[in-house]
């Protein structure tokens, strides 16, 4: 399991990303991982969002699932938030002066939609300042494995699509479109934490959906606040 080294010294903050060993590739797992994560790290509510690849994002104030959203925030202590990925980015957001944390997935509809924005607004929105938003970019597939359409790469700022002689098409840096996105929204790059574990490469520690063909397991990205509100 990583945690994150960008919340160490935040006491009041629970955050990390699984690896494949957490969760195997088994029909129904995640219904076990949840609570397994919660029960772990001592929270009584675990939430989780439908992911659907676009840019809502929900508040919740307890444990459940809520469908047609990409991303979660909370302000109550004692709600661990998930999200899952196989491939895609998992962002985890917190002020923890404010009280306030948040969990978005982002696959690239979900970055080309500014995802990151609305869940630095909804973050706002419950008293967080983004200059002291922390923030963890979990690993992803690299612009090596990324290959795409040019339909895909048009959506991407020029920035972010990679073109090499031997590349037959373009290939789309999502972390750094990820992390554009959070410069923009006003995270500071120095509060931002961006792990470089490719989740295509690596597949001795994660799940990887194009590298395997469409694998049936997913990682876990999570973060919740301690104690009682």
Do not use: K, N
Request: a negative charge; charged letters at 20%.
């Amino acid at each position: 399991m990583i945690r994150p080294a960008v919340f160490a010294d935040l006491p009041a903050v629970v955050a990390g990303f699984t690896t494949r060993a957490f969760a195997p590739p088994a029909e129904g797992v995640l219904d076990d991982a949840r609570p397994r994560l919660g029960a772990q790290f001592d929270f009584a509510e675990v939430a989780s969002a439908g992911q659907v690849h676009a840019s809502d994002v929900a508040v919740v104030e307890a444990g459940g699932h809520t469908p047609a959203h990409d991303g979660l925030v909370t302000s109550r202590p004692g709600v661990l938030l998930t999200v899952l990925s196989a491939d895609c980015a998992l962002v985890l957001l917190a002020d923890a002066a404010a009280g306030v944390v948040g969990a978005c997935h982002w696959g690239w509809g979900g970055t080309v939609a500014v995802v990151v924005r609305r869940a630095v607004e909804t973050l706002e929105g419950r008293g967080a300042a983004p200059a002291r938003i922390r923030a963890y970019v979990g690993p992803c597939i690299s612009a090596e494995a990324f290959e795409v359409g040019e339909e895909v790469a048009a959506q991407f700022a020029a920035e972010h699509v990679v073109r090499r002689p031997d590349w037959p098409r373009p290939h789309v840096d999502l972390r750094g479109a990820v992390a554009a996105q959070l410069r923009a929204a006003g995270v500071p790059e120095g509060q931002t934490e961006i792990d470089a574990a490719c989740t295509a490469s690596e597949l001795d520690r994660f799940y990887s959906y194009r590298a395997e063909g469409g694998t049936p397991g997913r990682l876990l990205g999570f973060i919740g606040l301690r104690g009682e509100r």
